[in-house]
Every structure is written in structure tokens, then in C-alpha cells.
């Protein structure tokens, strides 16, 4: 009998039992054919289906498909449909100049106005340094506040940061500009911000507090920028949290210093899984808007990070050649050093002044608190009668400005009652000085009548930030990478960790201590705000981390100490320390991008083999020569005395200089110093250093020699010869 094939159902007969049957064309031939003749339409369209799958992998493995992606500022969740590398690409620079100077960090009360309430500075609940301020009504509502220059049609923005003890609410304020939001939590400390356009010279910033009286309200970190008007727009989009990221307090040139962007394992930052780290500061102007006026820290076709470096600073201290200036006023006096920042754009300086005070570019000839840069490197500076305690018909000597800017004041100290506040000196009586006892008040101890020659303890420097007329690109140190897993990723980006400090850990009670109250110190450069990694060796090193009990203890140490069990130690080894410092800098966002297929992939993986072991080993060489990036002073030659915290370092691929030289022998080939060899330049050159005296500033040839010598090429040296930002390539 006949039967049917099973793929395509085709007729078949059997001869045997169906050789009699009749012949039927369609049956026996037509059916079959047309069953055929479907089936290769369906052959066909899964051929087609084939060539597009196959198509598809093609372009795959062909072409790249990456996604851009911005790591924001602050604590942020990241959700990635897989595992995959994060590729930094850039970090753009700012600068935060903080219109309340170190007034906001509440270390003292001096200028600040209270409406119906009383003020006293606490250190219970300070949030910033070792006090805050503690507000008490005195009925139902109250204010504290002050006044600050503004430049009318500018845009500002405006925050403190509160934390109610029992009052009903507070807010941060602007008179005659409106709110900030209000603040009912009573879960630590909140930030209150707001923004305003000014519309006058002067503006009163606020805090009010309602609630009944003796209700209190604890208060710290107040802080007014200007912004560019990009900035002011986009305020209106950020949330808390995002605005304190970008808008913390800060004090001085704040740039983005060391950013950092951190992996943990979940949003209480209980554990880091990656972190990718910079150790460098990128500058901006104040208002910047456009890539022209921000350093950009960017990674270079060989895999190495680099800054555009457009801006430089210098501590304007008592170890510069200062000398009386070309004019003053009846209430000030003007002082200048010759050729300090020779190569600055004129008129580009932006000082801060030792309280914070923000000294603006100026006729220092006919206004006091004024700061110029001029075309050939000159620095002047009016400074008021008032803070230097030089009387109307008093001139200064050298050594008597340099004790002002070691942060001493001058006072007639002939008789006993006698002190700052009372007794200018103008030229009779007995010269005296004394410091300001927390280095911004007027509130003076350690008197003198011997001419001070160091710095005053509490006292901050003059700073000064100029943008030079070249831009130069320097290497940049990095430390770690960075990585998303499949699914929810918590990323902190901030700025301010400290890297690989090195430190020696001190024993104490069968443990070995980093950053703890021992007997022998063993205490961080900065207090801490967390520890995230200790190393021995380079290799990461499990220890402890634990809070402090004491508030005496927090004070002197910050948050964190680390600890290990004393069998687990070895006093062989070199230790160092990854960490947050209770230092505050602004943050900028990580702009980078992911691999989104195979080609992607590949390519990384190409890339990261191709320069891995080259970057290592960089790396590693390093932190042996430096000792985490630490200054090597050489020894100077010949009469030069180092000053100014001279020394160099390498970073990257380069030779840093700061500093400078002074005193020495000027003849030519004079030899300065010699550096060991693995600081020495491959190729000898010649390179312009600023030189002055305390009557002029030129410029001086110095050779670089390829077997680490460096000596001056003639005669043109002055008494100082400036070393600041001076770099040159060692490969």
C-alpha cells in the first residue's frame, strides 16, 4: 500500500501491492511537486533569517558601541544591564571663592549680628573644624547675620547648614532676595540653600530660626558664591544633596582637589569595591563657563591622564623678598616682591587674604585690600593700617613686612596696656608685635618686642592664584579603576582623598595604631572623615577602622583611626593610608563612557594589555622614588639656601619644582644643586627663571646638565631665584 514521506508529506507507492493501480498525474506527480515548491519558499526565508542573525554578529565584532555616561557629583545609583568597565574620559576644573571668607566656619563670632536670639559658639555639635554656632531664640522668631559685597546683576548662591536642637524650623535668607528652603528635620545636620541676582553693592545674608523662646538651632558650613549664569539656571533642577556635592563649604582658592569616584557595596558605603583617584588640582576662573578658562584633566591616546595646566599658586608668606611699595594711603600701606610670578597674564591675580577675605585685582596705589600682577611678574599688595599696626608716618622695614606676612602685627608697645587695638606705631615708643590668638580676630596674645622671624602659630598665609600666559600639559598620578557591575551600583564621586600618605603606625595595648591618640604619635596630616585603604608595601592591608569616643579625640584626629593586632604587624615594612580628610574642595562630575558590545569590549581589552604593564610599572617606580609622591630637598651648593619649601618630585613622566633659591654665590656657571639620576633630564637644556633683590626682578638662564648637574649660565642672578611650577620631561 502506498505511504507518505515524513518531512514534506510526499505521495510514495508501493509496487508491490499498488503496481495494478492507474496512473494519476496529479496524485502521483502535481501534488508532490507543489509540496516541494512550498517548502523551498520556507528554506528560503530561514536562509534569509540566517544572513541576518549572521549580519547582525558581524557588525558586532566590526564596529564599536559604547554609551556616554556622567558620574555626578555626590552619592549616586548606576544600574548596568551587565558586568563592564567604566572608561574615564575627562574632569573639568572650578574654583569656589567663598564671599564669607572663614566667617562661615563659626570659629568665632566677630562680625556676626544677632536679631532676638543670643549666639555662643559650641564644639559639642560643630560640623566644620572645632566650633559651630549655637542660636537661641529669645522669642518666637530670631536672625543671625552679616553683610557682603556683591556686584549688582550678578548671580549668587546662597547655603548653611542647620541642625535643630528644638526650635520649630530654620532657613537660610537673603534680605529683600527671598528663602532658602526650610528646615524641620531633626535628623542631623540639613543644608538650607537658595539663590539670588543682586541688585546693589552690599546684600544681608541670613539664618532665621522660629520656635519659642530658648529653643536653639545649631549652625555651621555658611557659604555665598558667585556663579556663572549656566550655574544659576541649572540650580533650579539639583536636589540637597546634589547642591552640597557641588557647593560645599570651603575656605581660600578652592579648586577641585585629588577628585575620587568610589564603588561601594551598597548606598551606607559600608565597603569600597573600586575606586579611580587623581592626585592633582584642577583650577578655573571663579565664573568660568567655557573650557578656555578651566584646567581639564583628560586621558591621552597612550593611556596616561593629563592636565591642561592654565593656572598656578603661590603662598604669598614672610620667606618672600618683600620690599616697601611705590605708593600708599593715609590708612594703608602699600608693599611689593619683584619678578615673583614672572610669565602671569596681567591683571590675572585673585588673593585670599589670611581670614579669607577675597583681595580683588586693583590700584593697590589708592585702595587698601587690593592685590595687582603685573606684566613683568610683580606682586603688590595695599594692606590696611588696622592689620598691620603701621601708623599713618610709620614706614616699614623689609624685615617688618615679612613679620606682618608671617601673620605678626605691629603696635607701639611702650607701655604695658598697650596692644593692637590701641596703639599704632609711628616711628617713637617701643616696637612690638603680637599674633591674633586663633589668626583672624583681634583678639591678640604673645607679645614681643623682638622682631618676629617665623611664622605665628593659627595663622593662614596670603594665597595668590594668576593665570600664566603659556599653557602648559602635565601627567597626572592616578591611582585604582573603575568598574560597573549587572545591576544596582552605588558610586560616591568627590574631591580631597588623600593618597598613600605614608605613616608610621605606634603600638599600644597589643595593637599597632594609624591615626590613634597613642603615646608616640601616630596621627594623619588631616583629620579624617574616613579611611578607605591601608597599605604595607603597596599591597592593600587588612586593618580595622573604628570611630573615637572622645570629643577631645575627634578634634585632634577627625573620625576615623585605624588598627591591627600587633602579630599582624611588621616594623620592617612601609605603611601608608588612602583617605577622606576633613578638608572641603569642590566636586566635579566624572564624564566617561561603557562598552555596549563585543567590539567594544575587544577593543578595551587591546587597549588596557597594550599599556598595562608600561603604566604599572610606572606606577610602581613611582611611589619607590617618592614615597607616595613626597618633595626630595636637594642639597643646595655654593652659598643657595632652600626657601619656600623648596624641592622636586616626580609625577608622571616629570620633574616638579617648588620654591625657591636664595642667597647664594651669582657667578656664572655657579653650580645651584645636583639632582640623582633617576631625576635627570635625558637631553640638557637651558631654562628662564624669574631672579629678584628687593629693588628689581630679571630674568636668569640656568642649565640643565644630563648627568644631574644645574647651575646658572651667568651673571644675571639676584638675590632669589624662583623655582615655582618649573617642570621638564625625564623620558
Known amino acids: 500500500m502506498s505511504s507518505n514521506t515524513p518531512n514534506l508529506n510526499l505521495l510514495k507507492k508501493n509496487p508491490a501491492t499498488d503496481g495494478n493501480d492507474l496512473f494519476d498525474v496529479n496524485t502521483m506527480l502535481n501534488d508532490n511537486w507543489d509540496k516541494i515548491d512550498a517548502s523551498y519558499q520556507g528554506l528560503d526565508a530561514g536562509l534569509d533569517n540566517i544572513s541576518f542573525d549572521v549580519s547582525a554578529i558581524k557588525d558586532r565584532l566590526n564596529t564599536a558601541i559604547t554609551t556616554s555616561i556622567t558620574l555626578k557629583a555626590g552619592l549616586q545609583t548606576i544600574t548596568s544591564d551587565r558586568d563592564k568597565p567604566f572608561n574615564f574620559t575627562s574632569i573639568r576644573g572650578c574654583l569656589l571663592l567663598n564671599l564669607l571668607g572663614r566667617a562661615g566656619n563659626f570659629e568665632t563670632l566677630t562680625g556676626w549680628t544677632a536679631a532676638g536670639t543670643t549666639i555662643a559658639l559650641n564644639t559639642t555639635n560643630a560640623l566644620y573644624g572645632s566650633n559651630c554656632v549655637q542660636i537661641t531664640l529669645g522669642s518666637t522668631t530670631g536672625r543671625v547675620s552679616r553683610a557682603i559685597n556683591t556686584v549688582s546683576g550678578r548671580t549668587y548662591v546662597v547655603a548653611v547648614e542647620t541642625r535643630i536642637g528644638t526650635a520649630a524650623n530654620v532657613r537660610v535668607d537673603v534680605t529683600g532676595q527671598g528663602n532658602g528652603n526650610t528646615v524641620t528635620s531633626t535628623?542631623?545636620?540639613?543644608?538650607?540653600?537658595?539663590?539670588?541676582?543682586?541688585?546693589?553693592?552690599?546684600?544681608?545674608?541670613?539664618?532665621?530660626?522660629?520656635?519659642?523662646?530658648?529653643?536653639t538651632v545649631f549652625a555651621d558650613g555658611f557659604r555665598v558664591y558667585e556663579v556663572s549664569p549656566t550655574e544659576y539656571?541649572?540650580?533650579?533642577?539639583?536636589t540637597a544633596d546634589t547642591f552640597a556635592a557641588l557647593y560645599p563649604y570651603t575656605e581660600g582658592l578652592a579648586g577641585v582637589k585629588n577628585p575620587y569616584a568610589i564603588r561601594w557595596t551598597d548606598n551606607n558605603k559600608s565597603q569600597i569595591v573600586g575606586m579611580l583617584a587623581f592626585d592633582t588640582e584642577l583650577l578655573a576662573s571663579p565664573t568660568a563657563d567655557t573650557d578656555a578658562d578651566r584646567e581639564v584633566l583628560s586621558v591621552g591616546v597612550d593611556g596616561q591622564y593629563y592636565k591642561t595646566s592654565i593656572y598656578s599658586k603661590i603662598t604669598l608668606s614672610g620667606a618672600l623678598?618683600?620690599?616697601?611699595?611705590?605708593?600708599?594711603g593715609t590708612v594703608f600701606k602699600q608693599v611689593?616682591?619683584?619678578?615673583?610670578?614672572?610669565g602671569a597674564v596681567a591683571g590675572s591675580g585673585i588673593a585670599i587674604k589670611y581670614e579669607g577675605k577675597i583681595i580683588p585685582q586693583g590700584n593697590s596705589a589708592t585702595t587698601e585690600d587690593i592685590q595687582a600682577v603685573t606684566s613683568t611678574g610683580d606682586v603688590f599688595v595695599s594692606i590696611p593700617q588696622a592689620d598691620s599696626g603701621w601708623g599713618n608716618s610709620y614706614t616699614p622695614t623689609v624685615d617688618e613686612i615679612k613679620a606682618?606676612?608671617?601673620?605678626?602685627?605691629?603696635?607701639?608697645?611702650?607701655?604695658?596696656?598697650?596692644?593692637?587695638?590701641?596703639?599704632?606705631?609711628?616711628?617713637?615708643?617701643?616696637?612690638?608685635?603680637?599674633?591674633?590668638?586663633d589668626g583672624v580676630s583681634r583678639?591678640?596674645?604673645?607679645?614681643?618686642?623682638?622682631?618676629?622671624?617665623?611664622?605665628?602659630?593659627?595663622?593662614?598665609?596670603?594665597?595668590?592664584?594668576?593665570?600664566?600666559?603659556?599653557?602648559?600639559t602635565v601627567s597626572v598620578p592616578s591611582e585604582g579603576a573603575l568598574s560597573l557591575a549587572q545591576g544596582d551600583n552605588y558610586i560616591e564621586v568627590g574631591a580631597g582623598a588623600v593618597i598613600r600618605e605614608p605613616i608610621k603606625p605606634q603600638p599600644s595595648s597589643n595593637f599597632y595604631w594609624i591615626n590613634g591618640?597613642?603615646?608616640?604619635?601616630?596621627?594623619?596630616?588631616?583629620?579624617?572623615?574616613?579611611?578607605?585603604?591601608?597599605?604595607?608595601?603597596?599591597?592593600?592591608?587588612?586593618?580595622?577602622?573604628?570611630?573615637?569616643?572622645?570629643?577631645?579625640?575627634?578634634?585632634?584626629?577627625?573620625?576615623?583611626?585605624?588598627?591591627?593586632?600587633?602579630?599582624?604587624?611588621?616594623?620592617?615594612?612601609?605603611?601608608?593610608?588612602?583617605?577622606?580628610?576633613?578638608?572641603?574642595?569642590?566636586?566635579?562630575?566624572?564624564?566617561?563612557?561603557?562598552?555596549?558590545?563585543?567590539?567594544?569590549?575587544?577593543?578595551?581589552?587591546?587597549?588596557?594589555m597594550d599599556y598595562l604593564t608600561r603604566r604599572l610599572s610606572a606606577t610602581e617606580l613611582r611611589k619607590v622614588d617618592q614615597g607616595s609622591l613626597s618633595w626630595t630637598t636637594p642639597t643646595t651648593l655654593n652659598g643657595w639656601v632652600a626657601s619656600l619649601g623648596f624641592a622636586y618630585r616626580i609625577e608622571g613622566n616629570r620633574v616638579y619644582f617648588r620654591g625657591m633659591l636664595s642667597n647664594g654665590a651669582t657667578a656664572a656657571q655657579t653650580l645651584l644643586f645636583t639632582v640623582p639620576a633617576r631625576y635627570r633630564t635625558p637631553r640638557s637644556f637651558t631654562a628662564p627663571f624669574g631672579t629678584y633683590n628687593a629693588s628689581q626682578g630679571q630674568?636668569?638662564?640656568?642649565?640643565?646638565?644630563?648627568?644631574?648637574?644645574?647651575?646658572?649660565?651667568?651673571?644675571?642672578?639676584?638675590?632669589?631665584?624662583?623655582?615655582?611650577?618649573?617642570?621638564?620631561?625625564i623620558d
Do not use: C
Open 443 to 472: 583678639t591678640f596674645t604673645d607679645p614681643t618686642a623682638t622682631l618676629p622671624t617665623t611664622q605665628a602659630t593659627a595663622f593662614t598665609p596670603y594665597e595668590l592664584m594668576y593665570r600664566r600666559a603659556s599653557t602648559y
Open 699 to 729: 630674568v636668569v638662564a640656568v642649565d640643565f646638565f644630563a648627568d644631574g648637574r644645574v647651575q646658572l649660565v651667568t651673571t644675571t642672578a639676584l638675590t632669589q631665584i624662583n623655582f615655582e611650577g618649573f617642570s621638564y620631561a
Open 517 to 608: 591618640a597613642t603615646l608616640t604619635p601616630s596621627g594623619l596630616r588631616s583629620k579624617t572623615v574616613k579611611l578607605l585603604q591601608v597599605y604595607r608595601n603597596n599591597r592593600s592591608d587588612p586593618w580595622t577602622f573604628l570611630g573615637f569616643s572622645a570629643d577631645a579625640d575627634k578634634l585632634t584626629y577627625g573620625l576615623q583611626q585605624a588598627q591591627i593586632s600587633a602579630d599582624k604587624f611588621s616594623a620592617d615594612d612601609v605603611y601608608s593610608v588612602t583617605y577622606i580628610p576633613m578638608q572641603y574642595y569642590p566636586t566635579a562630575g566624572f564624564t566617561g563612557n561603557t562598552p555596549n558590545n563585543e567590539r567594544a569590549i575587544l577593543n578595551d581589552l587591546v587597549h588596557d
Open 336 to 342: 611689593a616682591v619683584n619678578g615673583l610670578v614672572v
Open 187 to 215: 535628623n542631623g545636620y540639613q543644608i538650607s540653600y537658595m539663590r539670588f541676582t543682586a541688585n546693589a553693592a552690599t546684600h544681608i545674608v541670613g539664618i532665621t530660626v522660629t520656635g519659642a523662646n530658648g529653643q
Open 233 to 238: 539656571t541649572a540650580l533650579t533642577t539639583l
Open 404 to 437: 606682618y606676612f608671617y601673620g605678626w602685627v605691629m603696635y607701639d608697645g611702650s607701655q604695658p596696656t598697650n596692644n593692637p587695638n590701641n596703639s599704632l606705631y609711628n616711628g617713637s615708643g617701643t616696637k612690638a608685635w603680637a599674633r591674633r590668638s
Open 321 to 328: 623678598n618683600w620690599r616697601y611699595g611705590d605708593a600708599g
